[in-house]
């Protein structure tokens, strides 16, 4: 078994994963080609295949200060693939603290990729609620289409969703249930590939985009500023073809690449 840890800011409070590893599935390769032998050689590797058990964690709350610890309920997440931090990292295994210490927020991906759920710690109840499920009757694209970022505030969470059958931006409240309804910050007949970056204190995400531009392949790659807010979006290139930038540190500038195979 093993723990992993993340601290609260103010030191009292820490949420640890604690994990009980499953039974060994190993996988033995045969190799009838070695180099340096007439004979075969042998390798054996880990390989979970599906249906395997895999390794299943428990949220633990830690009071550092009186020294007790709480396993918290695992009931809005039952068959994890991962538990993950906000951010637009799926491989980021983790929980992501309010500044006041009192909540943190995960992912919970289940295992087999059809249901994203956005959880919620109250640490004073030790109560964990469901801010937001998406859920797909296939797969959700969660290695390329995955975010959940808290603004400066903490009164506003932008959350990455398919729903309407593009890949788009919404807006929502990270303090209530998975019954409410989601704002769409950006919207259309195209999608937001992936964020390249986001800027909190301007309320800003640098996104890549494909199909924008109406009389363009919608598989051109293209470079969009969105207005969180107002949910404006400023095109930062236009030309006929796919592009790649690199901007400045003051985010005032930009050098674009463009091409296309014709």
């Known amino acids: 078994s093993g723990n992993r840890v993340w601290m609260a800011p103010n030191g009292r409070y820490a ?3 604690r994990e009980t590893k499953p039974r060994s599935h190993p996988v033995i390769l045969r190799n009838t080609r070695p180099k340096n032998s007439i004979e075969p050689t042998y390798e ?3 390989y979970p295949k599906p249906g395997d058990a895999i390794a299943k964690p428990t949220v633990v709350l830690l009071d550092l200060e009186n020294a007790t610890e709480t396993a918290l309920s695992s009931a809005l997440f039952r068959s994890p693939w991962s538990l993950t931090q906000l951010g ?3 491989w980021a295994d983790g929980v992501t603290w309010s500044r006041n210490s009192k909540q943190a927020w995960f992912v919970y991906n289940q295992r087999g990729h059809q249901l994203l759920r956005l959880c919620r710690i109250d ?3 030790k109560v964990i609620t469901s801010v937001i499920d998406e ?8 290695q ?6 808290l603004d400066k505030d903490e009164q506003a969470l932008y959350w990455m969703s398919e729903r309407s059958g ?11 249930s998975s019954e409410q309804a989601l704002k769409p910050v950006t919207s259309g007949a195209w999608n937001v590939k992936s964020i390249t970056g986001y800027q909190p204190d301007s309320n800003e995400m640098d996104a890549v985009i494909v199909g924008f531009h ?3 392949d919608p598989y051109y790659v293209h470079y969009a500023r969105i207005d969180l807010k107002a949910g404006k979006v400023a095109m930062l290139t236009e030309s006929d073809g796919t592009h790649r930038i690199q901007v400045s540190p003051n985010r005032k500038y930009l050098v674009d690449t463009w091409s296309r195979v014709d």
């Open 15 to 17: 949420i640890a994963f």
């Open 214 to 216: 109406k009389n363009q």
């Open 135 to 142: 859920t797909s009757k296939t797969f959700i694209d969660y």
């Open 166 to 176: 593009y890949n788009h931006i919404y807006a929502l409240d990270p303090q209530k």
């Open 88 to 90: 637009s990292d799926p």
């Open 144 to 149: 390329a289409k995955f975010g959940a970022w």
């Open 123 to 125: 640490v004073t109840s």
């Open 44 to 46: 054996t590797i880990e």
